[in-house]
Each structure stands twice: as C-alpha cells, then as structure tokens.
C-alpha cells in the first residue's frame, strides 16, 4: 500500500524521480526540493507501529507514502522529524542489540548509534542548523545532547533524576527543554532555568517542546497530580505560566483537561498542540491552541491525539493518530483542520513528529 521513498539517498533526487514517475496523483506529487527548498509544501511525518505483542518499527511518511527505517527485529521508535536542505533527520530508540534500547538518528535511512556512558537512553529531540546535528534525550536518568554524536551531560543530579525532551537553536543559542526532579526547566547554552518549584513526588511534570522567537523562550508542559484536577496543562513564555486548563465543572461538556505536547511560532502567533478529554465524556479530542484559542480537530474515529504542530505559509498542520474502542490506533495529520489518513488502521500506527518543507 505504501513505498519506500528515499531508500537511504537524499531526498532531492528521489522527489524529483517521484514528480516524474507517479502517475496517479500527477500535479499533486510536484512536491520536490531545489536548491534546499520544494515549490510546494512537502509533509513529513515521524512515527511507528505495532501490532499484538509484535515489536514496534520506527516509520515515517513523505507527503503520504511510508518508509520503514527498522524491519521489526528489535523495538524501535522514531520521536521527531527535521529537514536541512535535502536531508531528512529522525531522531528516536533502537533496542539493538540489547534489550534496553540507546539513542540513535537516521540520516536519509542511514542510522546512527549515538554513544551513552550507560546500558539504556532515547533520543526524544533532532534539531540541525549551520551544518550541526543536535539531539536531545537522556543517559539513562540523566538528561543529556549530543552535538554531532559527542554526548553533553545536562545535569549530574541523582536524586529523582533529568530528562531532555526537546532542543531549538536560535542563532548561536541552545536551548533544551526538559525536567530536574519534580521541576520543569530549559537549559540555554548549558545553564539551568527553573520554570516551576515543585519539590513533592504528588506532582510529576512532563515538558515536551520549546522553541524562541524574537528573544521569547516558550516551553510548554503538563503537570499530573496525585488527586484531582489532573494534569494541569500550561505552556511558560519566558518563565511566566499560561493556563491552558478550562475548568474541572462536571456538568459542563466543554470543561476538560489534558495533555500539550509540542508548540511553535509563526510571526506574533504562538500554537500549542495536544489532547483535552471532556470529564462527563471521557473522550479525547486532538486540539491546538492559537494564542490560547482552542480548536478541536475532527476526524474518523471518537478519540484523537495531537502530539506535533507547524506552520507552513499561514497553514497550520498537525500530526497525531485516532482510534475507536477495540480499534488499533492509526497515524493521522491534520491541515487546517481536514484530516489525511496516513495508515488504515490494520495495525497500530502512531505519529510523533510533523515537518513540512
């Protein structure tokens, strides 16, 4: 049903050769690269799949059409996608050849084991700029990055541990969003910045992306107490906190809470993707928010998740997956709002990371 676009080769001779050999959808596959750039949007997406007790294979998807980047040996997931040029980065787990997994990226299919000091580690971030390939993700408990595969411990705590979720490079600055203990934080260039003062277990904090703009550090993140409300969602615009939360009222369809996952600029507008479930449904809905304006994606199935969002010539996509009750999830995208299927749902598919060039 899909093909393998790029077959380890960079992306612009194969687009190209695609434009010229797909027959069925013509004009609208003349999505290809020149010089760095494509003359329309081209939609990347990184995910992986599934299925009863099988191990996962780490995938992703050009413009629609699935590539596989492990065969299902081993356990393996792909975390975020990044384009520079013509090259496609995927950050993300591979188990080979141990049971524990380590980090890796693949560069045009080609995969690179990333080195850690311990047995296990992700890597939950890529992010390339001026020729350098950064990666974020943890050293078993220690949030850690690599710069062009040398590793960089962020912090040495051992009491409750760090993680690196994402990175974003503005200018000559590296910024890197993640957790110290029970803390929301981001690293610039290596120091530490506080976003919450958490010191109690009842409250774990998952922070999940970053990004600057004009000098502006956002970070955006949940928290997930031990009793209810549950988890407080917000994003922090240079250390400040935004409520993305709309009420706990049991009564009222429209009160929710949930999860936010991923977040960028486009000019003045900041977007925030993610997950509320209405508390007297039970459902979960795939939403983004523009300037904390909630839209709730539609789709195929009753449950949804958002899980990464960009931006691309006033167009907002996003990239999840839906699934129904006894129904394997399958990996979806929104664009403005209309959703494109990227698998039919056979066996459990889930997208993690959007890109459009």
Known sequence: ?????????PLLGLLIGVAFTTTSCKSDRGSIFKDGHSEKPIVLVAGYSGTNGTNHVARYWVDGHETALTNGTNDAYANSIFVSGSDVYIAGT???????GFPVYWQNNTEVKLPIISASGTANSIYVS?????????????????????ETILDNVTDSGSSASAVFVSGNDLYIAGTRGYNAVYWKNGNIVYLTGYSVPTQHVRVNGITVSNGDVYVVGYVDYAASPFPYMNYW?????????????????HNNFGQVCAIC????????????????????????????????????????????????????????????????KYAVYWKNGVEVKLTDGTSETISTSIFVK
């Open 130 to 150: 001026g020729g350098n390939i950064y990666v974020a993700g943890n050293d078993s408990s220690k949030g850690v990055y690599w710069k062009n595969g040398s």
């Open 237 to 253: 615009a240079n250390g400040v906190a935004t409520d993305l939360n709309t009420g706990y009222d049991l009564s009222s369809p």
């Open 265 to 328: 600029t486009s000019g003045n507008d900041l977007y925030i993707a993610g997950m509320v479930e209405t508390t007297n449904q039970m459902i979960n809905h795939a939403v983004y928010w523009k300037n904390s304006v909630e839209t709730v994606l539609t789709g195929s199935a009753a449950n949804s998740f958002a899980s990464s969002i960009c931006i691309n010539e006033n167009d907002v996509y996003v990239a999840g997956y839906e699934y129904d009750a006894n129904q394997p």
């Open 94 to 100: 591979d188990a080979a050849p141990d049971t524990y």
């Open 1 to 9: 049903m899909y093909s393998n676009l790029l077959d380890g080769k």
